[in-house]
């Protein structure tokens, strides 16, 4: 099976520039011979595929991850999303022993103290969550966009998850941050009122502030960690090594 997918996440990644996104949702949906995964973090971008996947029915279930810490303006966004769509977005939480047992053991904000904690916290909270969320699942849909990072910019359309054995489609990559608010306002899609306030890429609450005139797009997250230490670890390379989230580009606009 991993062979086949493999093979397929190739042909997909030859022929995605040509397609919409919708095209390739559709894509993913049809070919991918098992359940399709799409994890949002109701961002922007993440707000544009919830989208087009709810309002064309596609059969691509939209999960995500709940780690407990998120702004309450992002919960709002859940509730508005799922009301406006009438679909439910389906939440992940981390294991609540894991859970209690990270917080006696480093403290409700331990992350800012050191990055091994900050590490612990997103693994509780976020990677042992996503390994359920994608488990059975052959394809997984994220809304990675090539100019969010320099690191981002090799990588493909389409690729092979070699430690999850997972397609992982990203079908906006192409799309800059202008065109996807254009498509947002266009279209009436509901996004996170934070993104008015200079938050351009959201997370948990505690480790994500609003950008300063000129920073990068990924600056507010984790800004207290040097820049390569930057991830967390939701994202792999081929041999299961988390691929960092430096040397970030600056955003647009800025
Ligand atoms: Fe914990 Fe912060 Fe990671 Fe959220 S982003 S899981 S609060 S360390």
Known sequence: MSER????????????????????????????????????????????????????????????????????????LWRETEEKYGRRIRAMYPRGEALEELVNDQGIDGFYYAPEFRKNCCGVRKVEPLGRALAGASGWITGLRRDQSANRADMDFVGFDGARGLVKANPIFDWSRDAIVR????????????????????????????????????AGRWWWEEETRRECGLHVDDAGNPVRADNHRPAEGD
């Open 5 to 76: 997918l493999r093979e397929l996440a190739a042909a997909f990644n030859g022929s995605f520039a040509a397609m919409t996104p919708l095209e390739r949702l559709a894509a993913m949906a049809e070919h991918v011979p098992g359940p399709v995964v799409f994890t949002t973090s109701l961002g922007i971008e993440d707000q544009m595929i919830t989208h087009l996947i709810f309002s064309n029915n596609l059969p691509i279930a939209v999960k995500t991850l709940d780690t407990g810490r998120l702004f309450p303006e992002t919960y709002a």
């Open 183 to 218: 498509f947002t306002e266009a279209n009436g899609v509901p996004v996170n009122k934070l993104h008015a306030k200079n938050f351009l890429s959201i997370g948990c609450a505690p480790c994500t502030r609003a950008l300063r005139p000129g920073e990068p797009e990924r």
